[in-house]
């Protein structure tokens, strides 16, 4: 069974410049989690998607943060315009109901804000 | 905001020695989950705990819950280099939205 993809897996860009991560879920995963993981901290979930719907989205700052998972299926988050405390490693995951079991995590995407 | 806190930060130990961290969380759980991060990785899933669990078992690990004093905690026997890790505590809390909240994570080093 193929794992959770992500990509890019390292980005580098400087503040105010807008950046975008792909996540494609394990197949037939219904929800899909989008979390930050700054350096020395656990991960803190941004965005909860079940199948196309958003299900929590109470930690994603909105004025910058949008993610969007169409067809229910693979998803983007953007960030526009990127700040310096931006920098963290962007963590996608799924699992196969909404109702919390285990989480499969992708490999990350290692954003650095200059 | 952060559920659980893990004990200690960091650990290090001999290869063979068993290692131990602990979870303390806030509010009343569902389930507790153990997580291990490899460095510049993704988190893997090592172990589910139900609240009405006391403890569990799986290969090398074992994880025990105790609901009353909001504590749990990861056993590592017989630890190898490979073991090397971050290990998380997450929880799914009763209130609100079912999601995984995790700890800070203690940093777990085996040295050969």
């Known amino acids: 069974e193929a794992g959770v993809a992500q990509s890019p897996r390292y980005k580098i860009i400087e503040k105010r410049q807008s950046v975008a991560f792909w996540c494609n879920p394990i197949s037939g995963h219904a929800t899909l989690y989008w979390y930050q993981q700054i350096l020395g901290q656990g991960p803190k979930l941004l965005i909860q998607?079940?199948?196309?719907?958003?299900?929590?989205d109470s930690q994603l700052p909105k004025d910058r943060f949008s993610a969007e998972r169409l067809k229910g299926v693979d998803s983007t988050l953007k960030i526009q315009p990127a700040k310096l405390e931006d920098s963290a490693v962007y963590l996608c995951?799924?699992?196969?109901?909404?109702?919390?079991?285990?989480?499969?995590f992708g490999p990350g995407t290692r954003l650095l804000v200059l | 905001s952060q559920q659980g806190e893990e004990d200690p930060q960091a650990l290090s130990i001999q290869e063979g020695e068993n290692a131990t961290m602990n979870c303390s969380y806030k509010t009343s759980i569902n389930n507790l989950q153990w997580y291990r991060q490899n460095s510049g990785r993704g988190l893997v899933h090592l172990i589910l705990i139900r609240s009405n669990e006391r403890e569990k078992h799986s290969g090398r690990l074992r994880v025990t819950l105790d609901t009353s004093k909001k504590s749990s905690s990861l056993l590592i026997t017989a630890s190898r280099a490979a073991d090397t890790a971050s290990y998380f505590c997450?929880?799914?809390?009763?209130?609100?939205?079912?999601?995984?909240?995790f700890g800070q994570g203690t940093r777990l080093t085996i040295n050969p």
């Open positions: 995951a799924s699992s196969t109901t909404s109702h919390v079991k285990t989480q499969y």
């Open positions: 997450a929880t799914d809390t009763l209130q609100g939205a079912q999601k995984l909240v």
């Open positions: 998607f079940q199948n196309n719907g958003v299900v929590d």
